[in-house]
């Protein structure tokens, strides 16, 4: 095995944890390259928090191990806490003070001289759009303040690793472009980030590797272009107006492959996986101007992460992410 204090920024071999009788982790392996994003994906109660908690030292694994910066989280966990920042679930700041004085307060528990602490937090609230609030106690920020107060609170140190569980949960667009943004800035001055999310799209945008977990183990990783490979194929969507008209529409895109469409009943979207692209289009339309079926906003995409996590786990799509409580494990 490779010396982890000169391998990647985080690995995990063979991570066990249970709950009573519940089994949370049963062999989660994992590896992030330093300067990458690492996106983690499951539907709720997969695992990913419970990974998180591991990896930062808040929950000691049943078995296996893991390594942070080249820290081991058994043998050597003040190393690993040196080295890591870390954003929960839940906005960990506190109201009694300002925003800036919770990230002053960051600050010097990194040992931050004085000057340096003020210089970085008025930086980071610069860099979150808080500078208005920064003087006002947290306790009069909105939802979205508070996690992008806690955001800046897990990079004050610039730490080599940062760990961010469901990030961007909470905000709203500008809010969560802004986190991106910062994500990429991390990771574009060498910082290794470790980023689980209930948002595909994130993933997408922001992870260079992904790995899906699926009751407690890994069910597949890679890029996101190669998980979508594995899905295969394109899908085929378009939308029928009129109501009466849409079974026997779903029957001709049932035609097209071995898999029966997917119809929102609110809209009347169907939408079908097929192997054949333009072919298949240009078929379906035939057969449906035959069938005087109407139809509207046709589209043929490639598969999305959305389609990935719809085959490996065979869950909705809106199961996606850790939920609250110990439905997050």
């Known amino acids: 095995m490779t010396d982890p204090q000169s391998g990647p920024a985080i690995r995990a071999e063979g991570l066990t944890k249970s709950f009573g009788t519940r089994r949370a982790l049963a062999g989660v392996d994992l590896e992030a390259a330093p300067g990458t994003v690492l996106g983690v994906l499951g539907p709720n109660g997969a695992g990913k928090t419970t990974t998180v908690r591991v990896l930062s030292t808040l929950l000691r694994p049943d078995g296996g191990r893991a390594w942070v910066a080249g820290h081991d989280v058994l043998a050597d966990p003040e190393g690993v806490r040196r080295n890591l920042g870390l954003s929960g679930q839940y906005a960990a700041v506190d109201e009694k003070l300002t925003g800036r ?108 590797t992904i790995v899906v977990i699926e009751s407690g183990g890994v069910v597949a990783r890679g890029s996101a272009a190669e998980l979508k490979a594995r899905v295969g194929g394109e899908r085929l969507s378009l939308t029928v107006p009129e109501p009466q008209a849409r079974g026997a529409a779903a029957e001709v895109l049932s035609s097209l492959g071995r898999h029966r469409p997917d119809l929102d009943h609110r809209t009347g979207r169907l939408t ?35 389609d990935v996590f719809l085959s490996l786990t065979g869950g909705p799509v809106t199961a996606v992410g850790t939920g609250a409580g110990s439905g997050g494990r």
């Open 101 to 208: 004085e919770n990230l002053y307060l960051v600050g010097r528990l990194y040992n931050l001289g004085r000057h340096a602490a003020r210089r970085r937090a008025g930086q980071l609230l610069g860099d979150f759009d808080l500078e208005e609030a920064a003087d006002r106690p947290s306790r009069t920020y909105s939802g979205g303040m508070r996690r992008r107060l806690d955001l800046a609170g897990a990079l004050v140190a610039r730490p080599p690793v940062v760990v961010l569980d469901e990030p961007t949960t909470g905000l709203d667009p500008r809010g969560r472009a802004d986190t991106w943004r910062a994500v990429r800035e991390l990771v574009a001055d060498g910082t290794t980030v470790l980023l689980t999310t209930q948002y595909l799209e994130e993933a997408d945008q922001l992870a260079d």
């Open 272 to 306: 079908v996986a097929t192997d054949h692209g333009a072919q298949s289009l240009e078929y379906a339309l035939g057969c449906l101007r035959l069938a005087q079926i109407e139809v509207r906003d046709v589209a043929l995409a490639p598969p999305t992460l959305d």
